[in-house]
């Protein structure tokens, strides 16, 4: 394996949710904790707040995976919880489409993410339309 220089970027979130992520046999379960969704959320909503324009969440490692030179799957390699929780967020906020959501996950990371689904919805209720629409 080899890696590509220029394929390392900053990408938006936007960007990251418009690949064709898949979450490889490997992964380990979806986990995160209620804490940690809540950080995410609340540090995430309160750069939106402060109006800054980019906020850093991490890094995610993708494996890309060749199926003819011009479809590409990407693995996640690692940032997977983030990146579903992401997901998560998105769909709350109104992003119906999201792909990631619809991976198979192993039967062990569905109470974790209807967890975090049911306390993103709560968060997310607790702002008028408007801010939900200008956070998003």
Request: cysteine-free.
């Amino acid at each position: 394996m080899t890696l590509i220089q220029d394929e390392l970027k900053i990408i938006s979130v936007n960007e990251l949710m418009n690949i064709n992520l898949k979450i490889p046999d490997y992964q380990r379960p979806y986990r995160w904790s209620s804490s940690s969704t809540n950080t995410l959320f609340a540090d995430t909503y309160g750069a939106y707040k402060l109006g800054i324009d980019e906020y850093r969440l991490g890094s995610v490692i993708l494996h890309r995976v060749n199926y003819n030179n011009q479809h590409y799957d990407y693995n996640l390699v690692d940032g997977q919880q983030r990146t579903t929780t992401l997901s998560i967020l998105l769909y709350v906020l109104g992003e119906k489409s999201q792909k990631l959501l619809s991976e198979n996950y192993k039967p062990s990371s569905r109470d974790a993410i209807y967890n975090n689904y049911k306390l993103l919805q709560k968060r997310v209720n607790e702002l008028t339309k408007e801010e939900q629409r200008k956070y998003k």
